[in-house]
Structure formats: structure tokens, C-alpha cells
């Protein structure tokens, strides 16, 4: 029975993981196949497959896979159509909406992968074609051949042509973007990360330039020059007349009408309209914010808590995330930040909690340390040295559904918090029944992190102790460097409930999962994580190992990086 569990759930895991990206590869593959079977075998391209050979084949049949792939490219970063999608599944089914909302950065990236994978590919073959198209000049078909004569350049094809440029250009962009999304660029140089991927732009307008050469031409009197007429010697068609009526003209080409660029131009103007639509919402007064308050954090963080100037309270969940723009730093950045409290009957205000991690948190955190500075040296406020901010949403993430669930388990590490801290401060809020129980699972380097949330994990514990239910809520609470007892005595003598539970060190994961496996036989446990990707990784391959011994583990998690 182990066993036969054991296999059903790899196999269900299997499907669920890679069956779309099967139907997605197998969908290109037909497409490719389609076009490259049309341009090898249909009568009109035989002259420029004479000339081009597979060349030809291979570089039309990217092509169309190329266009379908920059329609869909930016439809996961339409952040307002993912809403409307979030309404859609959110009403539809729970998993469906969770697992959308994990996916979206991870189908962005697939689609990022094939984009640059299939444009080398189109790229050689195109690189391949200009050789050919030199190499095979035939003045008898100047009309169809892109090269002027066997002495001509190859570099004049590929950088002083419509077609040789802006594939140069695509193809180097296409690189940039690539070399600058690397996790270690994007942690360490986030504003080259952000400027590169804005070269997409760039790499839509060659794009539609990039046709403008009309390099591929199609016979068009395939009824007064059939294929094979060039096969014939001329001295035996002057002497046969029946020859001489099949072939009775030279063959004549033109360059097909050219509608493959209304695709990406779909997903393109989808995504400028996403964007149009939210720079409005940004700069409306529905959405404008006040800078109420501003503070740095023991252990390099920052809390700020802004107020819709609005009237009329703003929606916002917990589990939901916004994207903050500080004008002061930069017109052009967003960052997104999940909300640690949100707006009530009482007080339309957002809270946000940002640990320092590169250089955009690093220059707010030192224009917040600058201006507490100020305010402690001279006892008031000025308005030059008030920070001002956008704010963009919210927008719903993977942890939005944790109050769905009836057992959950929450992993985060080091600012992985926020999205529990929203949570905890809806049950502080409001008379939640579910989730029926909580563990938390927090791991920080830093322990004055701690300090960051222990008045609201606190007041939720004795909370719960009101109401008779100490088992609903337990936290564990890991200090993975330099632990120091006398520190753990100095931070939090205040909280001795929280004390108790500060413990050395990294979890040990198997003695975990086998006590929830214990307190939780034949029953759903479902684990949220945020934190780095190697955390994420174990975790899930923890809730695949332990569902054979009868706990059944669901996972999801959340991150921006």
C-alpha cells in the first residue's frame, strides 16, 4: 500500500509539474514542423530553397514559434490582467488560483528561456543563409537572391541591411536581457537588471523593422513556369514545343503580404495598456498616498506606514502585496513589498516592513536614517525632508489563501515574515475560524529581526490562551548566526513567551516534518513558505518525502527575486 501511495503521488506531481511545459514544447514543435514542412515542400519557395537549402527551412520555421512566444511573453507581467484572472480562478477553485499566482514568474521565465533558445537558432540560420545566398548567386534569379554578386559582403548583409541589422540588434538585446536577470546580477545590480529588461522595448520595435529587407519571395506564375523548368536544357526546349507552352515565361517573384507581426503586437499592446492603466491608478487620487510614518528597524530595516488620502477605505487582504515607488530614489523603479497591515473602518493606512537587501532599499534606508537624524537634532520636521512615495495595487500572491486552509504551516526566513505578519494582524483583527492551527517556522541572521513583529506574535498567543485554545498557534523561532545567549535575555526580556522559543541554529528538518507527520496522521497540512531559493527547494522536496507516511503535504510559496 506504501508503495503504491508512494508512486501515485510521484506520477501526480510529475504530471502536474511538467504537463504543461510538455504541451507547450510539443505546441512549438508542431508549429515549427508546420513551417518548416511548408517552405520545403510547397512549389512557390523552390527557387529560394534552391538557393538557401535547409537554411531557409530552419530560419521560417522559428519564425512563427518566435511570434507566438513575444505575444505571450508579457501577458504574466500584466498585472492587471492577473487580477481579473485572480477574480476568475479565485471563484473557481482555490489550488487553481494558488498555483496560477506561484507560476506566473516561472512561466515568464519559460517563455524567457525558449525565447532566447529558439532566437540563436533563427539567428544561425539566418547567419547561414547570408553565406548561402553569396555562395549560390545566380544571376539568372538576381529578383529572389538578398546578395548582389558572388564578391559581395557578408558583414553588408548582416549590418547595413534592414534584416542584418535589426536581427543583430535583437539578438545582442535578447543577450543583455539574459546576462542581466541572472540571480546573482539581480541581487547585486537590481537597477541594471530593471534598465536591461526594459530594452524589450528595443527588441519589439526591431522586431517589426526587422522584415523590412523582404528576403523571402515567393514564385508567383507557377502555372506558366512550373518547378523543373529550369531542369530543362535550353536546345531541347527551342525543339519542343509542348515544353516550350509549360515553361512559356522566365519564373517572377514577390514578397508575401506580411501579417506574422500582428501577434507579438497583441501581447505587446495588452502590456502597454496594463501599464497605461496603472501609471493612471499611480497617479490618481484613488490610489495617492501620505507618508504618515517612517522608521529604521533594529537589524537594517525600514517600517513605513502610508495613508490613502481617500475617504473611502481601499481593499486591501492580507497576503497581498504592493509595489512602492519612491520618486526620491527613482522615477522608474517598483518594487514589490507585501503588506504587514492594511486599511479597516478605523484607519485607511497601509504597513509595509523592508529589510535593506540592495541598492534601492539601501538609499531609503539611509534617506529614512538621514531624516530621523535630522528630527532627533533639531526636535521637528521640515518638508524637504519629507519622503514621498507611489504605491501600485494591491495585487493578490500564493498567500492569500492561507486563511482557507485549516492546518497550515508557515516557513519563513530573515524578511520571509511579512506575508505571516499581514496574516497575523487579520486574526488580530478579526474572529478567524480557520485556520484551526498555525505553526510558525521562523529562521533569521539577525536576531534583532525578531523584535521586528514580537508585540503582535505575542498579543496573538495570549489571545488564544483567552480563548482556551493554547494548541492553535506555536512558533519556533531560529538564530542561525553568532547565537548569543545574553542577547536573546537583552531583546527579549520583555517577551518571555517568545524567549522561550528562540533556539540556535538551522531547523532540523526531518525531527519537524516527523512531528507534524505524528500530530497529524492521514490528515491535509498545508506549508507557505518565503525565503531564499535553496529553503524553498528543501521544503518541497520535504512535503514529496513525508506524504508516503501519511500526512498529506501540500506546498506553496512566495518570492520576489
Not at 507557377?222 to 536544357?233: A, E, F, I
Not at 497581498?320 to 486599511?343: G, K, M, N, R
Request: glycine share 6%; with cysteine.
Amino acid at each position: 500500500m506504501e508503495s503504491t501511495g508512494k508512486v501515485y503521488h510521484a506520477t501526480r506531481n510529475f504530471m502536474f509539474k511538467y504537463f504543461l511545459a510538455f504541451v507547450w514544447i510539443g505546441f512549438n514543435f508542431v508549429v515549427f514542423c508546420k513551417a518548416f514542412s511548408n517552405y520545403h515542400h510547397e512549389p512557390e519557395f523552390y527557387y529560394l530553397s534552391k538557393i538557401l537549402g535547409n537554411g531557409l527551412c530552419v530560419s521560417r520555421g522559428t519564425a512563427p514559434v518566435l511570434n507566438l512566444t513575444m505575444a505571450l511573453i508579457t501577458l504574466p507581467m500584466c498585472r492587471s490582467l492577473n487580477v481579473a484572472l485572480n477574480g476568475a480562478f479565485g471563484r473557481w477553485s482555490v489550488r487553481v488560483l494558488v498555483f496560477y499566482l506561484e507560476k506566473i514568474k516561472v512561466l515568464h521565465l519559460a517563455l524567457g528561456v525558449g525565447l532566447i533558445i529558439v532566437g540563436v537558432i533563427h539567428s544561425i540560420a539566418h547567419f547561414v543563409n547570408i553565406h548561402n545566398f553569396i555562395e549560390n548567386y545566380d544571376e539568372k534569379y538576381e529578383s529572389i537572391n538578398w546578395a548582389s554578386g558572388q564578391d559581395d559582403s557578408r558583414l553588408r548583409l548582416l549590418l547595413a541591411t534592414p534584416t542584418g541589422f535589426s536581427g543583430c540588434v535583437m539578438l545582442t538585446t535578447l543577450l543583455a536581457i539574459a546576462y542581466f536577470s541572472s540571480r546573482q546580477m539581480r541581487d547585486r545590480f537590481y537597477n541594471s537588471f530593471f534598465a536591461a529588461h526594459h530594452l524589450f522595448l528595443l527588441f519589439y520595435g526591431m522586431m517589426f523593422y526587422h522584415p523590412l529587407s523582404n528576403i523571402i519571395k515567393y514564385q508567383t506564375n507557377l502555372k506558366t513556369h512550373p518547378n523543373g523548368c529550369d531542369m530543362v536544357d535550353e536546345a531541347v526546349l527551342r525543339n519542343d514545343t509542348v515544353l516550350q507552352a509549360i515553361c512559356s515565361e522566365e519564373p517572377t517573384f514577390e514578397a508575401g503580404e506580411k501579417i506574422a507581426w500582428i501577434w507579438p503586437l497583441i501581447g505587446l499592446s495588452v502590456y502597454l495598456l496594463d501599464v497605461t492603466c496603472r501609471y493612471l491608478t499611480t497617479h490618481s487620487s484613488s490610489r495617492k498616498v501620505a507618508t504618515l510614518q517612517s522608521h529604521v528597524l533594529p537589524g537594517k530595516g525600514i517600517y513605513l506606514r502610508l495613508r490613502f488620502t481617500r475617504t473611502k477605505r481601499v481593499p486591501v487582504g492580507a497576503g497581498q502585496y504592493v509595489l512602492l515607488q519612491c520618486p526620491a530614489i527613482s522615477t522608474l523603479e517598483w518594487h514589490p513589498f507585501t503588506v504587514i497591515d492594511f486599511p479597516t473602518t478605523i484607519h485607511n493606512t497601509v504597513s509595509l516592513a523592508i529589510s535593506v537587501r540592495g541598492d534601492w532599499t539601501q538609499r531609503l534606508y539611509e534617506l529614512v536614517s538621514e531624516r530621523e537624524r535630522y528630527k532627533h537634532d533639531y526636535g521637528v520636521e521640515i518638508c524637504r525632508r519629507r519622503i514621498d512615495f507611489l504605491l501600485d495595487g494591491p495585487y493578490p500572491s500564493a498567500m492569500t489563501s492561507m486563511l482557507k486552509y485549516k492546518r497550515i504551516v508557515y516557513v519563513g526566513a530573515g524578511v520571509g515574515i511579512t506575508p505571516f505578519a499581514g496574516f497575523v494582524r487579520h486574526l488580530l483583527n478579526f474572529d478567524a475560524k480557520w485556520p484551526t492551527r498555525i505553526h510558525l517556522i521562523w529562521i533569521v541572521k539577525n536576531a534583532e529581526m525578531f523584535t521586528w513583529f514580537a508585540d503582535e506574535l505575542t498579543k496573538l498567543q495570549e489571545r488564544f490562551w483567552k480563548q482556551n485554545k493554547p494548541d492553535r498557534f506555536t512558533l519556533k523561532l531560529f538564530w542561525t548566526q553568532n547565537f548569543n545567549q545574553n542577547l536573546v535575555e537583552e531583546y527579549f526580556s520583555d517577551y518571555p513567551t517568545l524567549k522561550a522559543r528562540i533556539f540556535p541554529g538551522r531547523p532540523k528538518w526531518d525531527d519537524v516534518f516527523l512531528d507534524f507527520v505524528t500530530l497529524y496522521p492521514r490528515k491535509a497540512v498545508t506549508l507557505f513558505s518565503c525565503g531564499p531559493k535553496g529553503l524553498t527547494k528543501e521544503l518541497k522536496s520535504l512535503c514529496r518525502r513525508y506524504r508516503k507516511h501519511g500526512c498529506n503535504f501540500s506546498y506553496f510559496h512566495e518570492g520576489f527575486g
